[in-house]
């Protein structure tokens, strides 16, 4: 079957098949009408109609700008789609189950290597050592004794040992202000040295050295000035929270151990005595009761 006939266009000598895609004609046919209107404003301007060459010139780089544009948005469709699956299939996964799923692999490989140096008739310890340097040995070595260290030091042994606890657990969780630490020192010794208690002397390798002339700016031990200090509000909260913080840990301790119930004389050491105690009580205070008043008057003996 023959092509199908080409079509001419009186304004312009671009011609364009019929079996081209409605789009693309649409925005030739579009691109063709501003050309044309272009021509026309031109014209009736007075000025010189643009020959056929310059008018077809136009038209292509029109085109060629056309279909790079076209071919840009079917890019980015393209890789928005992919984005929005990959998006959708991380909402999908289980973070936990991945976790998981990395720790498995990690023993598994973990208990292939030993078992492969186990059959190889080598140490495997040994052999593991050899990814690490001495220093990063030493220092897991400390870790792990720290951490066997702590693991013994949970339970309840004495009041010092306890208060030993929770006074480093304070320090954990201070976080003292330095940057205002740092203003306060240095208006201080500016003050001081403006009322010349202080002499900042320059050493011969540029180093400031405060030199304390009559002994009133470096506290001693019959020093009073740190009377006049008055903390900020932030750090007056933070001091009742702390302590309030405190008391409902004390309390809550001693709710646990039982110590906070008025319900009499305490004659269990934990939840469960407690409970067996409870059902003796149950049966057999009735019979008891007598006898146990003696014991408490002193009658008994």
Do not use: C
């Not at 266009?9 to 030739?28: F, L, Q």
């Not at 780089?61 to 998006?87: H, M, P, T, V």
């Not at 269990?268 to 067996?276: A, P, S």
């Amino acid at each position: 079957m023959p092509p199908s006939k080409k079509r001419k266009i009186a304004t312009t000598s671009i011609a364009y098949d019929e079996e081209d895609t409605p789009a693309t004609a649409t925005a030739e046919s579009t691109v063709l009408s501003s050309v044309a209107a272009v021509s026309s404003t031109e014209n009736t301007d007075g000025s010189k109609p643009p020959s056929e060459s310059d008018v077809g010139d136009k038209t292509l780089d029109r085109q060629q700008k056309f279909k790079a544009l076209q071919a840009r948005a079917k890019k980015s469709a393209e890789r928005n789609l992919k984005e929005a699956a990959a998006e959708s299939q991380r909402l999908a996964t289980d973070p936990n189950l991945l976790s998981s799923l990395s720790r498995k692999q990690a023993i598994a490989s973990h208990n292939l290597l030993k078992a492969d140096t186990a059959a190889a008739g080598e140490d495997f310890e040994r052999k593991r050592a050899w990814d690490w340097t001495i220093e990063e040995s030493e220092k897991w070595d400390k870790r792990m004794e720290k951490k066997e260290k702590h693991r013994e030091d949970v339970a309840f042994q004495d009041y010092r040992q306890d208060s030993r606890k929770i006074y480093k657990r304070q320090l954990r969780e201070l976080k003292p202000d330095m940057e205002g630490y740092e203003k306060q020192k240095m208006a201080a010794v500016q003050k001081a040295a403006l009322s010349g208690g202080l002499e900042i002397v320059e050493t011969d390798d540029g180093e400031l050295v405060a030199v304390d002339n009559n002994g009133t700016f470096y506290s001693t031990a019959d020093s009073t000035d740190f009377v006049e200090n008055k903390p900020d509000r932030a750090a007056v909260d933070r001091l009742v929270t702390d302590l309030r913080k405190a008391e409902e840990t004390r309390l809550r301790k001693r709710r646990n151990r039982g110590m906070g119930d008025d319900d009499g004389d305490i004659t269990y050491i934990n939840e469960k005595n407690k409970t067996f105690n409870n059902k003796l009580a149950r049966f057999y205070n009735k019979y008891t009761a007598e006898i146990r008043d003696s014991f408490e008057r002193g009658t008994m003996i």
